[in-house]
């Protein structure tokens, strides 16, 4: 059994999508809550729940136990019947006012029905909507979408402009597709294995495979054990042939027994045609906002330097774009500006830490700072420490990965463990600068598998924080992604890491959690790793909270 403890503060639903299976919330005072106050818990004992059957899938429901709602609906006759999920073609979209003031909240009805045209008993739909202005199809606000876990779903967006608007609704994955992405990641080792290169006491090369766990293939003697010294962090290897437990030489690359997506390509559960990522253009979309002389957000906001931002309840809006530039609701953002940037990091060391969504951060300011590459340790990974100089204004770019899992080859340098990274930033006080993000290489595991190790760099963080005190430290929230690959299947499994993200770093103290969630939304971000104007538009949101405008 797990020892848990709840959270204060709980999610109501995202703030540009439904959270999948979200119960009937009540929100007060901004902080939202479910009748057993139960949408999120945290864990402090390592073990792993049991799945006791092919539809049970506890290790999700222990972390967001509004997912069991709609477990009792879920069986193998259909789960294998698509024509019972839900059609984004038949789906209605039911606007009854279609005429509102500014500062008025847009209400709209979704009946999800399935390809019979009969309406779903049951939540759990995956749908995003947004609005926009009529003719700006890359301006608009992202809106709340509450699940009443009977097949109806209630919309609301902030109308914070006059004149024509539409709303876009996307069904993102239907629930039995999302009931898919859970039974596929209920492991701790994810059903991975990772090939890696050893050499043994007679000079030859070896191979073997490495996981974080192996359940119970193998029994204790059969393994050696790399975990971390101090922290306890998993890795372990087979032995190879010589029986010898020797230093890790290279990862070569990973094998999967497990697909998230089983056949991606020819799955009618994940179909970009008719389910997946598909618009719902059944119903009413458009309405119009008088403009009644009202000034919106005549309230002065402080700038976002000055704000340490906590809002964990994802109900609220994050902010809009308005002729292509992000309008934080938060605080008083700045866009991104290169000059601004150089004096603001001028005399620092910034140390960017995680997967390669953080590595093309580090590429990016490379190429914008013109800062001179001294260091690539290992040329041909491309999780290699790196490390860049602008001698003329005295900025230090640093790049680290972190720890096992990871998906790239390389030595075990390129992969070093978060804490271990923090323990060796040299005494410099407020003149460091940390940017990390984790997550995306932990999403074919269950995730308890990556709030064990971020309950381990908290603590890093805590400590790193007394023996520096003033060292700034920002955690880069996740963003939407149509792109889908191996190891990152959906971003359905993106946005339930980004809400355990918030939770465990959203109010720590001396933490800035910057969120791009919302803004990756309206902007309908496409790739993982985000290039051109959306890179340009979540700098502009990190240099808001880094520097004084």
């Known amino acids: 059994m797990f020892s848990t403890h709840k959270y204060k503060y709980l999610f109501m639903g995202l703030t540009t999508i439904v959270v999948v299976t979200m119960i009937w919330l009540r929100v007060d005072h901004g902080i939202a809550y479910n009748s057993r106050n139960q949408i999120y818990k945290t864990f402090n004992h390592p073990d792993i729940c049991e799945v006791h059957n092919e539809f049970e899938f506890g290790n999700w429901i222990d972390i967001f136990p509004e997912l069991k709602a709609m477990q009792k609906f879920m069986s193998e006759k259909r789960l294998g019947n698509l024509f019972k999920s839900t059609s984004a073609k038949n789906t209605q979209l039911i606007i009854p006012n279609i005429i509102y003031k500014l500062g008025d909240n847009l209400k709209a009805t979704l009946i999800a029905k399935d390809y019979e045209g009969t309406q779903k008993m049951y939540g759990g739909d995956y749908f995003r909507a947004i609005l926009r202005p009529v003719g700006k199809t890359k301006d608009g606000i992202s809106c709340t979408i509450e699940d009443k876990m009977n097949g109806i779903y209630l919309i609301q967006c902030l109308l914070i402009w006059s004149g024509d608007s539409e709303l876009h609704v996307y069904v993102l994955h239907p629930s039995e597709s999302v009931m898919f992405l859970m039974l596929n990641t209920t492991d701790s080792n994810g059903g991975v294995r990772y090939k890696t290169n050893f050499i043994n006491s007679k000079k030859v090369k070896e191979s073997s495979v490495c996981a974080l766990d192996f359940g119970n293939e193998y029994s204790l003697p059969q393994l050696c054990n790399y975990s971390h010294p101090r922290n306890g962090e998993s890795w372990y290897c087979v032995k190879p042939l010589s029986g010898e437990c020797n230093d890790i030489v290279w990862q070569v690359e990973d094998v999967r027994e497990v697909q998230v997506i089983p056949n991606v390509k020819n799955n009618p559960f994940y179909d970009t045609n008719t389910n997946w990522n598909v618009r719902i253009d059944n119903g009413s979309r458009r309405i119009h906002v008088i403009n009644n002389n009202v000034t919106w957000n005549e309230t002065k906001r402080l700038p976002c330097k000055e704000m340490h931002e906590h809002n964990l309840n994802p109900s609220v809006p994050t902010g809009f774009i308005q002729n292509g530039e992000w309008k934080s609701l938060v605080c008083n953002n700045s866009e991104y500006n290169k000059q601004t940037m150089l004096k603001c990091l001028t005399n620092k060391s910034v140390y960017f830490i995680g997967d390669s969504t953080i590595r093309t951060w580090y590429e990016f300011y490379l190429k914008e700072l013109k800062a001179k590459e001294t260091l690539v340790q290992i040329p041909n990974s491309w999780s290699s420490p790196r490390r860049a100089v602008s001698e003329k204004h005295n900025i230090t770019l640093h790049y680290k990965s972190h ?138 949101i990190f240099q808001s909270f880094l520097c004084s405008s």
């Open 403 to 540: 720890g096992p899992p990871l998906r790239n080859p390389g030595p075990p340098i390129s992969r070093p463990y978060v804490t271990d990274t923090l323990e060796n930033i040299p005494n410099s006080g407020d003149k460091n600068v940390i940017f990390f993000s984790i997550g995306f290489h932990f999403q074919v595991f269950t995730p308890q598998v990556v709030m064990r190790r971020i309950k381990v760099i908290k603590k890093g963080f805590v400590d790193i924080q007394k023996r520096l005190p003033g060292i700034q430290i920002f955690v880069k929230g996740f963003h939407t992604h149509t792109e889908t690959k191996a190891v990152i299947a959906s971003d359905w499994l993106s946005y339930r890491f980004e809400v355990i993200l918030r939770h465990e770093f959203g109010e720590m103290k001396g933490v800035t959690y910057l969120s791009m969630w919302d803004a990756a939304a309206v902007i309908e971000n496409p790739l993982i790793h985000p290039t051109g104007k959306e890179e340009i538009l979540f700098s502009g």
